[in-house]
């Protein structure tokens, strides 16, 4: 007698992976070479861009001829203006008119706070094989979560604040965790399922500010403040914004390497990233690797939520994630999905955060260079394999050669 | 054409790959290349297909000296390769593939395919490949993909053809169809570079043949060199090419197969009402031309397919059902039928990949932490034992030459305690010596009193190492035979005659022949 049994329900990982999948792979395993490269080349772009639209080159190019020392030195001026406010305000600049103002430093380290959690989201998503592009709706849904346990209770000291953080990691976990299972269970691609999941997390939040999480005294879609013990401690005391979510975030990046590098949770992550057949083959179980590093993944830049609403922000409004959920893709590229790549990548995006405005007040550069310079960076990261195999130029790697 | 290397070196790090390398290949000229796993066959391939820069030395076409920036450039030169893993677009047809990289286009960057197919049926019919343009390569048999590589390079017009292991993945049947349209190539002036390890289709084919052994030429021979010579030459050592196996002394029937179906996601049946029992201490050979459910057979013992009925036990246990992990760890070594594929993560280091079943177990790992120094060390051990060619073990694995990824699946698989052994292709693209000596570890194993399933398309392996055969057609089994069958038999059972049916239709045939000559 037979009887019918059905083992793994999960759809076979696919044979080969596709051009696509390769292309993506390609651009987030290059060498750390060619990031820093990317970032030369775009700052010089960017400068190029500034010394053209600058007056006072255009001025100096209008007699040229007659003394081109004057341009040139018109474009360095411009240049070097720019940039040396753009790194003065992102470090230390001796000519702020505060002493708070003079240390950047600490503003790039609360910008690249949230920006190292949602890019260590992205890297251990990718090193499995999937394109995260929801870290923005996770990090919407970990500070709503965050926001709703913090402004919503009273709690001791500490616990509270330990509350936020799990709570801020469970909505994340959840928001990516839908996306993993229904990868798992479907097949259905991780990229638009976390496309679509952000346009949700936008409305849901929006319908609870208007709703349940409205603070009942403003007429705005806001929330309350949150309770004083659910805020991250400032480290450097009430004059700079630098808190407590910077040295989670440090833990976490320890933590994702150790995870993808030494534990044999990341060991079956790594497999399953690059080869899914054989990863099945060796008994790994495919579909709970993409639902679990999914949860994990999530749970990261639901922490980016938490750094947001407990350590800067917070109240909880639609704005709350900023662009940073999309920021962290361009982080864990420029990291080339390694933790601690992603964590000075993150170092990096902050700086021009911070540096940004300082350049915009002092140097009279409009600040959208800044946007120009991050969109150049990713463009010349993804373009030498573009280009490679746009015009089927060799690759140094063996992939693909016969063995 | 006449094609001319001159002191081609190439080195990856302190790894010379070619040494020196000199070889000439005449016009119209089959140019067999001979070299352990790892000799550097591929690479002086690669080199010459411009997919590598040579470290030194150059390329001559007709006595001119040549550089080749990339494939484009050989292409253009008049080479063209067949690499052992196709590189076909899976979902395009036959005409899309072949114009694919070498675009006929119209005025304004039109694709023009009805030129490429044109150009396809023309090729096709010169050579008598039978090639429908608009087939799917997804649909094709192996040995087609084949040609469609082939006429992607003859559409180009290659005067000379590298073929890399073109046989490693045929049916004895294509390989005779492959031979066949070598010759034709031959006949019409092009020169043909071909690389395998079975010396007996390299003796067959080839005009020359040239030996590497460490990446430098270590000698020629002629086709009519004998097996066991070549054997030497290539390896440096005699090398036996038949196997000294003890007579199997079975005991109990410990795996047993009862009525097993295996249907595929479409509802097709893969696998029909299978029965048979393989001893502790027998390897059972299981000979079928490629694509009669012998993948299934195996895959389903691991717990990979879904659609499964019947009864899969071991010692006792019942497998069907339970989880790849659980079969594992039930104690079955598995060896897949495409190592690169399903067997290797080939960016993962030599040491990850000899663990890459073993993870979770101590001493390999503790608490969810992977300890690498044992896994280091491990792998210096599987290294050294089965011969794997390359620099350190911390290397990626698609950096080892194919034979030596082969061993990598093998030693893994091989080096714990077993209570099935179940492997596919476990030679496949490893040279002679090897196979000596994998041939040799797998009948240990057998020894050792572990049952040992062993799938295998070349008859020579399966006659070499089966106790018993068992012969599946069609998804159905033909009949278990005696290890010491005859080829014709197996051939018969083969080509879906049942075991009595074939043995009476030889019996039969001698009968007539002892009434004729009486
Ligand atoms: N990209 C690479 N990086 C480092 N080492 C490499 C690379 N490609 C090849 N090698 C090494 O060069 C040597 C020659 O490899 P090659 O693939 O040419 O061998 P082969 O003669 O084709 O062997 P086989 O018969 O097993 O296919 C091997 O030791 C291999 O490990
Ligand atoms: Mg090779």
Redesign the interface.
């Known amino acids: 007698m037979?009887?019918?049994?059905?083992?793994?329900?999960t759809p076979s990982p696919p044979?080969?992976e596709s051009e696509g999948t390769h292309l993506v792979r390609e651009i987030m395993s290059g060498n750390a070479v060619i990031s820093v490269l990317a970032v030369v080349v775009a700052l010089v772009i960017g400068g190029i861009l500034i010394a053209v639209t600058d007056p006072r080159v255009s001025a100096a190019s209008g007699y040229f001829f007659a003394d081109p020392m004057a341009t040139l030195s018109a474009i360095w001026s411009s240049i070097s203006e720019a940039y040396g406010a753009l790194w003065r305000g992102a470090t230390y600049d001796p000519t702020a008119r505060t002493w708070q103002g003079q240390l950047g430093i600490f503003e790039t380290l609360t910008f690249a706070t949230p920006l190292i959690f949602s890019g260590l989201a992205v890297t251990l998503a990718f090193r499995a094989g999937l394109f995260n592009i929801g870290a923005q709706g996770q990090i919407i849904l970990g500070a709503t979560f965050a926001g709703a346990v913090g402004f919503g209770m009273h709690l001791p000291p500490v616990v509270h604040l330990l509350v936020v953080i799990l709570a801020g990691a469970l909505g994340g976990a959840i928001w990516g965790g839908i996306a993993g299972f229904l990868k798992a269970k479907t097949g259905a691609h991780e990229v638009i399922v976390t496309i679509m999941l952000n346009y949700i997390a936008i409305s849901l939040v929006l319908y609870l500010l208007k709703n349940q999480l409205k603070d009942p005294n403003s007429s705005n879609p806001i929330s309350p403040q949150m309770d004083a013990n659910a805020l991250f401690p400032l480290l450097l005391g009430p004059n700079f914004r630098v808190h407590a979510g910077l040295i989670l975030a440090i833990l976490a990046v320890i933590g994702v390497a150790w995870l993808l590098n030494?534990?044999?949770?990341g060991?079956?992550y790594?497999?399953i990233g690059?080869?899914p057949?054989?990863?099945?083959?060796?008994?790994?179980?495919v579909s709970r690797g993409y639902i679990t590093v999914m949860l994990i993944s999530g749970a990261l830049a639901g922490l980016a939520g938490v750094a947001q609403i407990a350590g800067t922000e917070k109240s909880l409004d639609s704005e709350i994630a900023g662009s940073i959920g999309f920021d962290a893709i361009t982080v864990a590229l420029l990291g080339r999905s390694k933790p601690w790549g992603t964590f000075f990548a993150a170092l990096l995006f902050g700086a021009f955060k911070a540096g940004g405005t300082s350049m915009a007040v002092n140097a009279d550069v409009s600040i959208d260079i800044v946007a120009v310079v991050q969109s150049l960076i990713v463009l010349f990261i993804a373009a030498p394999p573009l280009i490679r195999s746009i015009f089927?130029?060799?690759e140094s790697r063996?992939?693909?050669?016969?063995? | 054409m006449k094609l001319e290397l001159k002191g081609i070196t190439k080195s990856f790090g302190a790894l010379v790959a070619n040494d020196h390398i000199d070889l000439v290949v005449e016009s119209g000229e089959i140019h067999s290349l001979l070299g352990e796993n790892g000799a550097g066959k591929?690479t002086l391939?690669?080199v010459l297909y411009?997919?590598y820069e040579p470290t030194f030395g150059e390329i001559l076409i007709d006595d001119q000296p040549v550089k080749f920036?990339?494939?484009?450039d050989a292409m253009a030169a008049g080479i063209g390769?067949v690499?052992?893993?196709f590189?076909l677009v899976?979902v395009f047809t036959v005409a899309e593939n072949v114009a694919l990289?070498g675009e006929s286009t119209t005025f304004g960057g039109i694709l023009n395919l009805n030129d490429t197919r044109a150009k396809v049926r023309e090729v096709s019919a010169r050579f008598g490949f039978n090639v429908d343009p608009d087939a799917l390569v997804e649909d094709l048999p192996v040995g087609v993909q084949q040609r469609v590589e082939i006429i992607k390079a003859l559409v180009r017009e290659a005067k000379i053809l590298i073929l890399?292991?073109p046989t490693a993945v045929l049916t004895p049947q294509e390989t005779d169809e492959l031979m066949e349209i070598m010759r034709q190539l031959k006949a019409n002036g092009t020169s043909i570079v071909f690389i395998s390890h079975k010396l007996r289709e390299v003796k067959a084919i080839s005009d020359t043949i040239t030996v590497i052994r460490r990446g430098k030429v270590v000698g020629s021979a002629e086709p009519g060199t004998s097996t066991t010579e070549l054997a030497s030459l290539m390896v440096g050592r005699a090398v036996n090419l038949t196997l000294d196996k003890a007579a199997a002394t079975p005991g109990d029937l410990t795996f047993k197969v009862s009525?097993l179906?295996v249907m595929s996601d479409a509802g097709q049946r893969l696998l029909d009402d299978i029965s048979f029992s393989v001893a502790d201490g027998e390897i059972l050979a299981v000979a079928g031309v490629q694509g009669n459910g012998q993948t299934e057979l195996t895959e389903a013992v691991?717990?990979?397919?879904?659609?499964?009925?019947?009864?899969i036990m071991l010692d006792g246990n019942e497998l069907?059902?339970?989880?790849?992990?659980q079969?594992?760890?039930a104690g079955v070594g598995?060896v897949?039928e495409d190592r690169?594929?399903?067997?290797?993560?080939?960016?993962?280091s030599i040491a990850?990949n000899l663990v890459?079943?073993l993870?979770?177990k101590e001493p390999y790992?503790r608490w969810?932490?992977?300890n690498?120094a044992v896994i280091g060390k491990n792998a210096e051990e599987k290294v050294a034992e089965f011969d794997v060619r390359t620099q350190s073990a911390q290397d990626?694995a698609?950096?080892?030459?194919?034979g030596n990824?082969q061993k990598v699946v093998l030693a893994r698989e091989l080096s714990r305690p077993l209570k099935l052994f179940i492997a596919s292709q476990p030679t496949r693209?490893v040279d002679v010596g090897s196979i000596e000596f994998l041939h040799k570890r797998i009948v240990a194993e057998r020894d050792a009193g572990t049952p040992v399933i062993i799938v295998s398309t070349e008859l020579d392996e399966i006659l070499e190492l089966g106790d018993r055969i068992a012969v599946l057609f069609a998804g159905k089994l033909m009949g278990i035979v005696p290890g010491k069958s005859s080829r014709e038999l197996l051939g018969l059972m083969m080509a879906g005659l049942p075991a009595n049916e074939a043995q009476a239709q030889l019996d039969g045939n001698a009968a007539t022949m002892e009434g004729e000559r009486s």
């Not at chain 1, 063996?398 to 063995?403: D, I």
């Not at chain 2, 920036?69 to 484009?72: H, K, Q, R, V």
């Not at chain 2, 690169?340 to 993962?348: P, R, Y």
């Open positions: 037979s009887q019918q049994i059905e083992t793994a329900k044979a080969k030494r534990s044999t949770l060991f079956e790594r497999a690059a080869n057949k054989a990863a099945r083959t060796a008994g790994m179980l089927r130029i060799k063996r992939e693909g050669v016969s063995a | 591929s391939m690669n411009g997919l920036s990339g494939p484009a390769m690499h052992q893993h590189m899976p990289g890399d292991e009525n179906t691991l717990g990979l397919h879904k659609h499964i009925s019947g009864s069907v059902g339970r989880s790849v992990r079969v594992l760890d598995f897949p690169q594929d399903d067997g290797l993560v080939g960016e993962f990850e890459l079943d993870y979770t790992s969810g932490s992977m690498r990626a698609d950096t080892l030459s194919g990824q693209g």
